[in-house]
């Protein structure tokens, strides 16, 4: 466990010219049919965010078991011990660690991109 506390205050804004060169640079790595963002709607930020203990959200990168290749990114609450909040029905394993959310069924970009591809 990370000896830093977790404040609602970590992160910062950035310029749009710094995100830009970001998103302009890993699609030239990646190519232009890679997923390159996910959408994920505002009510389940919410909910994920109403556990009274969070102070933010981690993003998580994985893979699914039906295709390895796909990138999967899911949103946590986070305690300001560091600590994930997982949801009631995995809280027994996890020690008792729970009672919150996990948001997945993001909508990938592409396809799901911004209009015009703004990006």
């Keep these: 466990m990370s000896k830093q506390e977790y404040k609602k ?37 919410e909910k994920i965010m109403r556990h009274p203990e969070a102070v933010g959200l981690r993003v998580y990168l994985g893979n699914n078991e039906n295709d390895k290749d796909k990138l999967q990114m ?10 994930n909040i997982w949801p009631e029905s995995s809280a027994l394993r996890d020690g008792g660690n729970g009672g919150g959310e996990i948001g997945d069924h993001a909508w990938p970009c592409p396809p799901m991109c911004p209009p015009d591809d703004e990006e």
């Design 9 to 45: 205050t970590d992160g910062g804004p950035i310029d749009s010219a710094t995100a830009k060169k970001w998103m302009a640079r890993y699609r030239a790595i990646h190519g232009k049919d890679a997923i390159r963002a996910y959408f994920f709607g505002t009510d389940i930020v």
């Design 74 to 83: 899911f949103l946590i609450g986070v305690r300001k011990d560091g600590s």
